[in-house]
């Protein structure tokens, strides 16, 4: 299984230009941070500009791999060996990364325009530099040292971007991640102390001929789970994910679910796949957990009176699918087209998710901002005066909801398909469970928007940007749904 | 030679039209009207280009892959083609009907964005080639039916949405469950492969049987088959042209088509017969027309009744497909066309009544012939269809549908086609003795509800044309039904490609 | 055994338990925090010890000097005479005077019983010796004591600058039990000065909410846990 990981050795190697393209993919993004903070652009033009680049190393870095097949990088700096591989998890990833890093920066100028929160503001810009920088390094990273190097250091630029708004919640809830997520490393770090002291192993690939089940990889890969887990908000810790939502700035909340948590969510899939290669129990419990998930947040979020709260709460629950998925892709006896059929589901589902909940964020934003209340029935009569970004709202939950023909249909139903196969039939009402839930919570707030006896009330008007990039993230999260096959290509491991 | 842009183009149309009415501002009125009308003219045009390649014998064919295993497929089949083109004519009747229905009213960009959108579902169900497609277009119509339900934005509406989605998206949870597994058991069916699932039937039994009764209980939220009828009388408090077209096209018919495609083209006719799993059908079908119909004698209100007659009779295309034999498959085929043309002149006609003299009960249609001419004789024409009256439509539908019972050796349905032709008759012949002999407001008794002037004539043009043109398509069908490329011709062509391949 | 038993490291293994403890129930938070560094100070020792000198730099300046800092930095929002806590000038800001409550502590407590668990199962395997003779590795049993300590304190305490504390002195007792398991060599060093860099940072910017949370709000614990009563001394 770790060939699906791009863990293998590589055919070619990297040409010179791809090492350049590889420094600037990793540095880009801060160097541009910085200049963010030096002039704190107030258009989305110069934005743009700047996006230009950073997207453009996506690109050719995907066009060295689809000719060399998997990539690998080694230094040696004092002794430390650090390495990178490219492989077609990492670069689809990576893409993913830079774009919906890019819509969120676009977003960013509007949103600030009309906000005005402050001189505060303009450390955004280098923090969410650092943030992409760290994500993409997380996707390539091969040992576990950088691993747990750029983990932290997106675990702290996470944190510092939740905490600019500076309201007091913003601060309480941001304090609270960061106590938890600063632990959540520290059992990390033990696991991987673990994994050093006894098979004398940091890279990955090396780590993954010499491991053997055995009670030190179980706990090994318990404490790096739990670790991993915290940080990603799987189900039943991630208490700190909603209040963390209800106050950050817009961009920032689109992000931090996008990304932030998958990335954590990404290395636990990895490394228990490599220490658990053929466990039976922990992939279902953390299964189990995904059903609970499933219903615990549709439940939330089906309750909740804030919009918020309710787009926050329901990455919970998609989270939910993914935790699903874990024993299909990890789980011992499988056999091979269900498991094919689980690994392509759980990225689809991944991408999908990333994109409509970005967009969803950013559709939530606009529509607070516009009618300057927070709650659900603040909405009402909003789908006569706003729309465009109630349709953006509608684009991404469908995908959220996982109806055609958008990427999270194609998603759920290959997990549909891989679940059938294996009789897994609790995992089955627990996904279709999921589709009618968020299907309650997320027609609630049409209702609301529908509702034309609404008193008559000023609306802000946004930026057509902050519109237009939302709506760009939901459509591409739709159309990934029929083109599918494209995204998937790449993950057919790192051969050629 | 594979004309492979002509199906694509078809739901392009639809689609392209929606997209650009979502573009256009509220206030462009002129542009979106033209907008509409081009889209559907054009669409008419396009569905009788694949009727004329059908009839030489092509099945052209749009598909791409969209994961391994999983393949996008349009075909333009003879059965799919017969769908498109109930679509696409009443398409355009009822956007020249909603156009002259929403004159003046708020919303109108996102009311007729969400419509096109709705036709192109149906016609992409219509033209589906295999479950996946088929599933695909199906929960794209619940979805665009929704904001159309609610519309209106009250308190009811929005009630009537609630209970709407709770229906559908449960019903289309179920249909993905069963096509999954089908998928999961047998790989990637098309609807145009002629083996049908017989392979799997020694080994497999328990399981084509539990995955039939999945599927065609998804399809029968949306067929309004009881008991999973009950979002359908709610969503009568839709606009007229809404209900016109979830009654008479897309959304029931959705599911009755549904139910044919998953007989005929899926597991084959034999097959289920084998199983069993028709007799359970038809009986089903069968409570269902009669509940359905005694339901529509207990209401006052004109659009409630209608909705239970719409019950009723969308189960007589339930109950021909599963009557093994010829008849009854151009009964049940034939009957898709029939009732889609009455009922959608029936709605057509109770939405002039409603916007003209702001009748809504039944006891206050006393004389409204007198007032409103030809909207009574085109209500008059699709009442008597309904009951199965000749020369329109109706006639012939039970007719092959008795013949198909008779042969079948089910002599039990038809005394439910005569008990229930006498219920329909006990409900419609009321209303029509109302409209034209008893004395109302029109002879100078009393007044109407809210009378407004809305045109030179009778009532205003693009409320009253569409329904005068649709019921004399439905005497046209009815008297014509002999000529080439009439709905009983073309049903039977597709008949006889079922049993005859 | 005894003859392995070596004094020094024994004595240091001594002096970093009792600084950890010392600072992490110490309610006075500003002796609290001297105490903090002055077992930074124990453990920059360690590190030399242990042959790691390039971890016992790293140690003096990040752990000892610029932790210690941010933590007096976040303490200069609890002077009496701060900014906003006029509505709480009658309260003695250093002293942490959160109650607990049972069931509360008692959940803490299984969770950090669950981490000991662990961190036994990881000793019991990687370091088979340690169960026959538990003297063996002076360091490595303090490590555990302080972890586990750490652990605990960080579930129970409520005030935030204490929990930042017991996060710090959590990540040292951690990155001594990793250097006890894998030793020194340098992959395990980089690792640890990663720790230590994130551990900093992970301080400052606790620090700056503490302070900011304290001049906005006036609290110094978050809401949930806050549920439980804050007795006025």
């Not at chain 3, 700056?208 to 110094?220: P, V």
Request: glycine share 10%; charged share 10%; proline share 5%.
């Amino acid at each position: 299984m770790t060939w699906r990981f791009g863990l293998t050795e590589a055919t070619f190697e990297p040409l010179w230009l791809t090492h350049w393209v590889l420094a600037a993919t990793l540095a880009l993004p801060i160097l541009f941070g910085l200049l963010g903070a030096l002039f704190s652009p107030r258009r989305t033009l110069p934005v743009a500009l700047v996006c230009v680049p950073i997207l453009l190393t996506g690109v050719l870095l995907l066009m060295e791999y689809q000719q060399a097949g998997l990539l690998r990088w080694q230094w040696q700096v004092a002794g430390v060996t650090v390495s990178l591989r490219l492989g077609g998890v990492s670069i689809l990833m990576l893409l993913v990364t830079q774009w919906v890093g890019a819509a969120a920066a676009l977003y960013t100028p509007g949103h600030l325009r009309l906000t005005n929160p402050g001189k505060q503001a303009r450390w955004l810009w280098p923090l969410m530099g650092v943030l992409i920088s760290a994500l993409s390094l997380i996707w390539l990273a091969a040992d576990l040292l950088t691993l747990y190097a750029a983990l932290e250091l997106m675990g702290l630029a996470a944190v510092g971007m939740l905490l600019l708004s500076g309201k007091p919640a913003a601060l309480q809830a941001g304090m609270r991640y960061l106590l938890l997520a600063l632990v959540g490393s520290l059992a990390y770090l033990l696991g991987v102390a673990l994994i050093l002291g006894y098979w004398g192993q940091l890279n990955l690939q090396a780590l993954a001929e010499v491991v053997e089940p055995g009670p030190v990889a179980w706990i090994a890969a318990a404490l790096i789970g739990a670790g991993l887990a915290l940080k990603a908000a799987l189900f039943p810790l991630h208490g700190w994910l909603t209040p963390v939502h209800e106050s950050a700035w817009t961009p920032v909340s689109a992000l931090h679910a996008a990304l932030v948590v998958k990335a954590s969510l990404f290395i636990l899939l990895m490394l228990w796949n490599i220490l658990l290669p053929s466990s039976l129990f922990a992939p279902r419990f953390v299964a189990w957990l995904g059903m609970l998930a499933i219903v615990w947040g549709g439940l939330v979020a089906w309750r909740s009176d804030s919009l918020k709260t309710l787009v926050a709460s329901s990455t919970v629950a998609q989270l939910g699918y993914l935790m699903v998925a874990f024993p299909l892709i990890i789980g011992p006896d499988i056999p091979p087209l269900p498991k094919a059929l689980a690994w392509e589901g759980f990225w689809l589902q991944l991408i999908g998710h990333a994109l409509a909940k970005a967009a969803m964020f950013m559709a939530a934003g606009n529509l607070i901002l516009a009618t300057g209340e927070s709650s659900l029935k603040g909405l009402a009569g909003t789908s006569r005066r706003l729309p465009l970004s109630l349709l953006i709202f509608g684009l991404a939950s469908v995908t959220l909801m996982g109806l055609p023909p958008s990427s999270g249909f194609t998603a759920k139903w290959l997990l549909l398909q891989a679940m059938v196969m294996t009789q897994q039939w609790v995992a089955v009402v627990a996904l279709l469970m999921g589709t009618l839930l968020t299907a309650a919570y997320v027609f609630r707030v049409f209702r609301y928007s529908f509702d034309e006896t609404a008193p008559r009330h000023h609306y802000q008007p946004l930026a057509p940007s902050m519109d237009l990039v939302a709506l760009a993230l939901a459509l591409a999260a739709f159309a990934l749904g029929l083109l599918a096959h494209l995204p998937l290509a790449l993950l057919q491991g790192g051969g050629v | 030679m594979n004309a492979a842009w002509l199906p694509l183009a078809t739901l392009a149309t639809s689609i392209l039209a929606a997209v650009v009415i979502f573009l256009l501002p509220e206030e462009s009125r002129r542009l979106r009207t033209g907008i509409n009308l081009a889209a559907a003219v054009s669409k008419i045009i396009l569905v009788a280009l694949m009727v004329g390649r059908v009839s030489q014998g092509y099945q052209d064919t749009f598909s791409f892959q969209i994961v391994g295993g999983i393949d996008f497929v349009l075909r333009a089949d003879a059965l799919g083609v017969m769908f498109a083109g109930l679509s696409s004519l009443l398409w355009l009747c009822t956007t020249i009907y909603a156009i002259g229905y929403l004159e003046g009213a708020a919303n109108r960009k996102r009311f007729f964005g969400f419509f096109s959108l709705c036709v192109a579902s149906t016609l992409g169900i219509a033209l589906a080639g295999n479950l996946f497609t088929f599933l695909i277009f199906y929960e794209m119509l619940t979805l665009s039916t929704y904001p159309l339900v609610v519309h209106a934005g009250t308190a009811k509406a929005l009630a009537a949405g609630r209970v709407y989605l709770r229906y559908t998206l449960t019903g289309g949870v179920v249909l993905l469950l069963g096509t999954v597994m089908l998928y999961s058991l047998t790989g990637d069916h098309s609807f145009a492969s002629e083996r049908g699932l017989a392979p799997y039937l020694n080994d497999h039994r328990g399981l084509l049987t539990l995955i039939f009764v999945l599927l065609v209980g998804g399809l029968a939220v949306k067929a309004a088959m009881v008991p999973l009828h009950g979002w359908l009388p709610r969503a009568m408090v839709a606009p007229a042209p809404v209900s016109a077209l979830l009654h008479a096209v897309a959304v029931v018919k959705a599911g009755a088509f549904g139910i044919m495609r998953i007989i005929y083209d899926l597991y084959g006719i034999e097959l289920s017969v084998e199983l069993g799993v028709t007799t359970a059908l038809a009986i089903a079908a069968s409570i269902t027309i009669i509940y359905g119909s005694l339901r529509a004698i207990a209401q006052h209100e004109l659009k409630p009744r209608l909705a239970f007659s719409t019950i009723s009779q969308v189960s007589y295309v339930v109950l021909g497909v599963s009557l093994f034999g010829p008849f009854g498959t151009i009964g049940a085929l034939v009957h898709l066309l029939h009732q889609g043309l009455m009922k959608v002149t029936l709605f057509f006609c109770a939405g002039n009544y409603a916007e003209e003299l702001g009748i809504h009960r039944i006891d206050e249609m006393d004389g409204a012939g007198k007032r409103m001419p030809l909207t009574s004789i085109a209500f008059t024409v699709g009442a008597l269809g309904m009951i199965g009256l000749p020369p329109v439509a109706g006639f012939i539908t039970k007719w092959y549908l008795g013949i198909g019972a008779i042969q079948a050796d089910m002599y039990w349905v038809v005394v439910v086609l005569v008990a229930s032709s006498t219920l329909n008759a006990l409900y419609f012949l009321p209303i029509v003795h109302r409209l034209w002999f008893r004395q109302g407001p029109a002879h100078g008794f009393g007044e109407w509800p809210k009378e407004q002037r809305l045109g030179r004539l009778e009532t205003h043009g693009w409320l009253l044309w569409p329904a005068v043109f649709t019921a004399m398509v439905s005497i046209g069908a009815g008297l014509l039904a002999g000529l080439p490329f009439s709905p009983l011709d073309w049903a039977t062509r597709v008949a006889i490609g079922e049993y005859l391949p | 055994m005894i003859a392995s038993f070596n004094l020094i490291e024994g004595g240091l293994a001594l002096c970093l338990c009792v600084a950890a403890l010392a600072c992490l129930f110490d309610r006075h938070l500003l002796r609290a925090s001297c105490l903090f560094v002055v077992f930074a100070l124990f453990m920059t020792l360690a590190w030399w010890w242990l042959e790691a000198p390039w971890l016992a730099v790293a140690e003096l300046i990040l752990g000892a000097l610029l932790t210690g800092a941010s933590l007096f930095y976040a303490l200069r929002a609890y002077r009496p005479n701060g900014a906003a806590s006029s509505h709480r000038a009658n309260a003695t800001p250093h002293y942490d005077s959160f109650r607990g409550s049972w069931p509360h502590g008692l959940t803490r407590a299984l969770l950090a019983l669950a981490w000991c668990f662990m961190m036994w199962g990881a000793i019991r395997f990687v370091m088979p010796e340690m169960v026959y003779s538990p003297a063996e590795h002076p360091l490595v049993m303090a490590a555990v004591v302080i972890a586990a300590t750490a652990m605990g304190a960080f579930a129970l305490h409520h005030h935030l600058l204490r929990r930042l504390l017991a996060f710090n002195i959590l990540g040292s007792g951690v990155f001594l039990l990793l250097a006890g398991m894998a030793g020194t060599e340098e992959g395990a060093q980089a690792l640890i000065s990663v720790g230590l860099a994130i551990a900093w940072l992970g301080s400052l910017l606790g620090a700056l909410l503490i302070r900011h949370l304290f001049l906005l709000e006036g609290k110094n614990a978050l809401s949930l846990d806050s549920q439980t009563k804050e007795q006025p001394q």
